[in-house]
């Protein structure tokens, strides 16, 4: 495809391909719910043409297919405006060597042995207490998949890889009838490394019950502690704040923040995109960049931005390897446990769940319905659900005041419980 596009006069071109395959197995009252076998396999096409981008894609394969999504791209690319800052990135940064991250790892798995590990996980859940008395499903799932990319700097590279997932939702329903729902999910490269059925079903149905009899929390503001689940929504958002496409737009409330405090002393985050089996490792980025390990934030100062090339040329900067996300990012975790952390709130507000989209990255505008426990005297005193938290970004990322030390592994984004003061929280009706 790449010879073809020069063959048309193309000043320069990608190309990529990739294939999948997964089984995905689901349970429901002890029944067999679902089986699904997927299959999918594509390739892309971008031209690049006296300054103009033209892009095609295609689920054929076959000769005449990639010559057709060739010919669309091509004369996409002759009618479209230019644009300065497209094309390809500068050939001395593309990956040239990268270590084996020991990705994939398939699963012979039948889908008999799927099912009876998807009962498994569901018998726990129903057998961890008379109050779950129902699931909503119980699931296990499998992919392979392989994906190239090439560029007519040279570049060639090729990424298998494999993900393996089980996960349960248990219903708790308390004696005067109102219900709860939690899930608990694992998720790995290797199956081995994937929590037993036991430790899954036994978590969903303790997430549930812990969830029961739920009351309001106190409007006022206090102590908000975002266990680790929900923590990672916080680096998300921060993630999205530093990203090229928010800066460019001038859509982020850390524009023009490098090597400034944007939060407490104690925020360090690094990224590991060559993480042995990481959840999100690549030795080169959607761009062919050479991925590297490096610090974002350092003693809660940003060093640096996440950018692909096409955002690094609007914002007249270089690309950091980083079109196509975050490859692995790791929070530095605190030395208090959960227990220390909650004791030392005095009053406020435990989060295990996040609802809604109110975050608005432009001026650091927060506000999202939460429910978990609601905190007295450092202790837990009752669960509780329709609650709404409220700040600014800005100011959440500055109040933070510890982190604790349960940094939850099964994640690309690695983070501990984080503690941050004064809040906005209203109780609901």
Known sequence: MLARARGLGADAAEASVSASRALSVSVRNQQRESIDFEGDRGASITVYRGGATGSATTTDLSADGLRAALGQADTIARFTETDAYAGLADPALMATDWPALDLFHPWPLRPDEAEARALRIETAALAADTRIGQTEGATVATEDAISAYANTHGFVGVETASRHAASCTA?????????????????????????????????????ALARL??????????????????????????????????????????????????????????????????LASAGFDADGVATRQRTLVSDGRLSGYLLSAYSARRLGLQTTGNAGGVFNADIAPGTADFETLVAGMGTGLVVTELMGQGVNLVNGDYSRGAAGWWVENG??????????????????????????????YQSALRTPSVLIGGMTIAGGD
């Open 171 to 207: 219903i708790a329903r308390a004696a005067g009838g109102s219900m709860q729902r939690e899930i608990a999910f694992s998720q790995a490269r290797d199956a081995a490394e994937l929590d037993t059925p036991e430790q899954i079903g036994g978590l969903a149905a303790q997430r």
């Open 213 to 278: 009899d739920a009351g309001r929390a106190p409007t006022g503001t206090a102590p908000v502690l975002f266990t680790p689940r929900v923590a990672r929504s916080l680096w998300s958002h921060l993630f999205g704040a530093v990203s090229g496409g928010s800066l460019y737009r001038n859509a982020s409330f850390l524009k023009d923040r490098i090597d400034t405090s944007i939060a407490a002393p104690t925020l360090g985050i690094t990224l590991y995109p060559h993480r042995r089996r990481g």
């Open 379 to 408: 202790r837990l005193a009752h669960p509780v659900e329709n609650a709404t938290i409220a700040g600014n970004l800005a100011d959440m990322l500055m109040a933070i005041e510890a982190f604790g030390n349960d940094v939850e």
